[in-house]
């Protein structure tokens, strides 16, 4: 009996030590770009502009979008780009009256030649589809997308000019930022989630050679994204796997997140949809993982970060139901070797450490969009962080438990444009 219970100890000490160094990698691709100050650079938005050589095709997918898809094409309308080196097409689904009415409208209050609708079929349906008929309109030199509640930099356009015609690149994955930081409690962490995704780990992925793009503000060379036949419509995170598949394809990815240039996003209104949102990405990278294409990476470094990276929602699922049981067994087990006790302690001080990082994390936010620090937040931020990591535990196991069932239909994240005004 004795013998056992060592065994189980060393089992359940094991999984903690795993737990521990999951944790301990996730702290340091957050803190990536601030670990030498000459990374800052990879950062900074060109501050001479190129002359505008480069012409754009702006894709604008939305479904059910009326409150917010007006402001958004004018926004992007308004980019300081010559008119004739862009091109914008909205993409509408046919039983999508209110949207296509609402497009229409400002269609014909533009009366811009270079503003086009595209209305596709809802046979096919799903965003992955209507890009791709996009694409087969496009025309220019880069392809980019920007999502219906999008608020785009108004010289994002002469940014990317200036980085393709500067650098030798492929792809520029740009900053998004979600902006609401304050209007619910768990809009805190989901806001600096997007920040130090985008700002630092995306850099730590390129440098690997293992980049899994955000959903908008990537921008590809038109002629690249037609050889790699366009986006995978049959998974929930077209975005993620076309990250992976350019990386197969080696292609020379920039990261750019400069905080005045991000487009401007929201949070999920409700935590109903939060939680559909994070189903559906979590689903997205289990059907990239099982897939199998992130196989085909040329290093085992970069295929063993693409598992990390599929399996990181479960992988965080697991770590917040072993932080209680931990705590536990450090306080109340026995253990055999004082060691022990010792390791069972680690994941509880990740998880103090990773609330320290996003204390900081939310005094820069703060501080580079030129809002107010308040203590209240950061107390409401230190309050809410354990409750967000079961939010998103939920949507990891929801995700598993969908994609079990076989189901895969779109649940859509519905946009109220809280970002705007802000």
Request: overall charge neutral; some cysteine; glycine content about 4%.
């Amino acid at each position: 009996m004795q013998n056992i219970k060592l065994i189980l100890e060393y089992i359940y000490v094991g999984v903690l030590l795993l737990v521990t160094l999951q944790a301990l990698f996730n702290i340091r691709i957050l803190l990536y770009i601030w670990e030498e100050p000459q990374k800052a650079w990879l950062n900074s938005a060109p501050t001479v502009y190129r002359e505008p050589r480069l012409s754009f095709t702006i894709l604008l997918p939305a479904y059910h979008e009326e409150d917010v898809f007006a402001y958004t094409l004018q926004k992007v309308y308004d980019l300081n780009y010559p008119k004739k080196l862009v091109q914008v097409i909205a993409l509408l689904r046919e039983h999508d009256t209110g949207t296509i009415k609402v497009a229409q409208e400002k269609l014909n209050q533009l009366r811009a030649p270079n503003v086009q609708l595209l209305v596709t079929s809802d046979k096919h349906g799903g965003k992955p589809h209507q890009l791709n008929l996009g694409l087969r309109m496009a025309k220019g030199d880069i392809v980019t997308i920007f999502d219906a509640e999008d608020e785009p930099h108004p010289d994002i356009l002469q940014v990317i000019n200036t980085t393709f015609l500067n650098e030798s690149v492929d792809v520029v994955q740009s900053g998004v930022q979600l902006m609401n930081h304050n209007t619910k409690w768990f809009c805190f962490l989901n806001v600096l989630e997007y920040f130090f995704w985008f700002k630092s780990a995306l850099h730590f992925f390129a440098r690997c050679g293992m980049t899994p793009l955000g959903g908008n503000t990537v921008f590809v060379k038109r002629e690249l994204m037609q050889q790699l036949g366009g986006w995978d419509h049959t998974t929930l995170t077209e975005d993620a796997d076309l990250g992976i598949r350019l990386c197969i394809a080696k292609s020379k990815v920039r990261i750019l997140y400069d905080d005045a240039f991000v487009t401007k996003e929201e949070t999920p209104n409700t935590i109903e949809q939060f939680i559909k949102q994070r189903t559906r990405w979590n689903q997205g990278f289990i059907q990239i993982l099982f897939a199998g294409r992130w196989m085909q990476l040329e290093k085992f470094s970069q295929k063993m970060l693409a598992l990390y990276v599929l399996i990181q929602p479960e992988l965080q699922a697991l770590f917040t139901i072993l932080l209680p049981i931990g705590i536990l067994a450090a306080f109340f087990l026995p253990f055999e070797q004082p060691w022990m006790a010792v390791v069972s302690w680690l994941p509880m001080f990740c998880f103090v450490f990773l609330m320290i990082i996003s204390l900081a994390g939310l005094h820069e936010f703060v501080k580079v969009h030129h809002r107010q620090w308040k203590w209240r937040e950061a107390f409401v931020l230190l309050l809410a962080f354990l409750p967000y990591q079961f939010l998103l535990d939920i949507g990891a196991v929801r995700a598993v438990w969908r994609q079990l069932r076989g189901s895969s239909n779109w649940e859509k994240t519905a946009h109220v444009g809280q970002h705007r005004g802000q």
